[in-house]
């Protein structure tokens, strides 16, 4: 059973840093890609990163851009977010998600989810 | 950007009714179109993808249409477990989601 488990969401002031982590289980992590989405309170779905099996491709939505990084470790069947310069506008549950797309280049859409991690950014 | 609109942005339906939900894209963006299912507090769930081919375990009562730019995603029968927000997700170029279309009970 494919399972995904976000971990790393705090409190954290605006200016800040935080590294969101996601430990995959129960496919063959390194064949799949992954992506990131995020969710602020009421708010709808937000898609914000993706990277391939082999991490050689990686992409990020342009309100991230410059500020965020993705990053995974397969031996470890985790992906990874490392976020800086946090604004109050990125306070949201972020969710890990594996793409079910055969394309190892470009994200394709999401079929597996974690349940989420919640990331407030506030002075 | 390719930007996502739906409509309507919320539905009021009983069970056993059908319901539409219609997604424009800005421009064309052929089949990568794909629709979740989000339940209050819950991750998404994936219903359909490429427009009309249906997720493993998902009922058939959830069909998907459309291509270039408008797209339908449509829930024949509506059941008591098909009450949720429901979200379209282009994937042609960078992903970008629809608002949403909350599904509430009449």
């Known amino acids: 059973e494919v399972h995904l488990a976000e971990s790393g969401g705090r409190l954290v002031r605006p200016g800040g840093s935080l590294r969101l982590s996601c430990a995959a289980s129960?496919?063959?992590?390194?064949?799949?890609?992954m992506n990131w989405v995020r969710q602020a309170p009421g708010k709808g779905l937000e898609w914000i990163s993706y990277i391939n099996g082999g991490s050689t491709s990686v992409h990020y939505a342009d309100s991230v851009k410059g500020r965020f990084t993705i990053s995974r470790d397969n031996a470890k069947n985790s992906v990874y977010l490392q976020m800086n310069g946090l604004r109050d506008e990125d306070s949201a549950v972020y969710y890990c998600?594996?793409?079910?797309?055969?394309?190892?280049?470009?994200?394709?859409?999401?079929?597996?989810w974690g349940q989420g991690t919640l990331v407030t950014v506030s002075s | 950007d390719i930007q996502m609109t739906q409509s309507p942005p919320s539905l009021s339906a009983s069970v056993g009714d059908s319901v539409t939900i219609t997604c424009r894209a800005s421009?064309?963006?052929?089949?990568?179109l794909n629709w979740y299912q989000q339940m209050p507090g819950k991750a998404p769930k994936l219903l359909i993808y490429?427009?009309?081919y249906l997720q493993s375990g998902v009922p058939p009562r959830f069909t998907g249409s459309g291509s270039e730019t408008d797209f339908t995603l449509t829930i024949s029968s509506l059941q008591p477990e098909d009450f949720a927000t429901y979200y379209c997700l282009q994937t042609y170029r960078a992903p970008h989601f629809g608002p949403g279309t909350k599904v509430d009970m009449k």
């Open positions: 490429a427009a009309s």
């Open positions: 129960g496919f063959t992590f390194a064949t799949y890609s």
């Open positions: 998600a594996r793409d079910m797309s055969g394309s190892y280049t470009y994200p394709g859409p999401p079929d597996y």
């Open positions: 421009q064309s963006i052929g089949t990568y």
